[in-house]
T-cell receptor, first 113, second 114 residues
Framework: DVKVTQSSRYLVKRTGEKVFLECVQDMDHENMFWYRQDPGLGLRLIYFSYDVKMKEKGDIPEGYSVSREKKERFSLILESASTNQTSMYLC????????????FGPGTRLTVT | AQSVSQHNHHVILSEAASLELGCNYSYGGTVNLFWYVQYPGQHLQLLLKYFSGDPLVKGIKGFEAEFIKSKFSFNLRKPSVQWSDTAEYFCAVNADNAGNMLTFGGGTRLMVKP
């Protein structure tokens, strides 16, 4: 079974703090993704990575950055957290090739106060 | 950029009722289509997918979906829902010009009353 784990299920941070969300997958997938999930908006792609040290912006990258130093780990960074970044953050991974199924982690619910 | 619309945001059904959740997308080229489900407190998991071939695809737990290219639709169906189907359902599309990227619909919250 593919396993995608995220470092925290719940996180509370203050406005202006730097926040790190970590994601690890155990299936040697080349591609990893960060989404945020908001009611009525579904999932929106923040960033994705198709290889170590490679990244691509998704639909809503503003206010976020990412890091992928190892194949199994993909970090999302909020440089200066703001209240409008309060959300559920989902990590996903996928192998390369024709199969586009993504496997998701349990999510991190981030509250910025 | 492609968009995905799920017209029903909230659906309430009684057990044994039939279910159809709508999904429409905007891209005119080749697409791969997915339905994901998120049960309360659990992570997103794949319900079914369409890449090519028979436009009627069957997934887990008795769900099926039909791809109608002329209508840009990929509706999800189940003939008889159970209380355990209470969840949020997401349609997602990967267009052939979008590389690795999936575009998700806004989700439909289904509540099944026992």
């Amino acid at each position: 079974d593919v396993k995608v784990t995220q470092s925290s299920r719940y996180l509370v941070k203050r406005t202006g703090e730097k926040v790190f969300l970590e994601c690890v997958q155990d299936m040697d997938h080349e591609n990893m993704f960060w989404y945020r999930q908001d009611p009525g908006l579904g999932l929106r792609l923040i960033y994705f990575s198709y290889d170590v040290k490679m990244k691509e912006k998704g639909d809503i990258p503003e206010g976020y950055s990412v890091s992928r130093e190892k194949k199994e780990r993909f970090s999302l960074i909020l440089e200066s957290a703001s209240t409008n970044q309060t959300s559920m953050y989902l990590c996903a991974s996928r192998t390369s090739g024709y199969s586009y199924e993504q496997y998701f982690g349990p999510g991190t619910r981030l509250t910025v106060t | 950029a492609q968009s995905v619309s799920q017209h029903n945001h909230h659906v309430i059904l009684s057990e044994a009722a039939s279910l159809e959740l709508g999904c429409n997308y905007s891209y005119g080229g080749t697409v791969n289509l997915f339905w994901y489900v998120q049960y309360p407190g659990q992570h997103l998991q794949l319900l079914l997918k369409y890449f090519s071939g028979d436009p009627l695809v069957k997934g887990i737990k008795g769900f099926e979906a039909e791809f109608i290219k002329s209508k840009f639709s990929f509706n999800l169906r189940k003939p008889s829902v159970q209380w355990s189907d209470t969840a949020e359902y997401f349609c997602a599309v990967n267009a052939d010009n979008a590389g690795n990227m999936l575009t998700f619909g806004g989700g439909t919250r289904l509540m099944v009353k026992p």
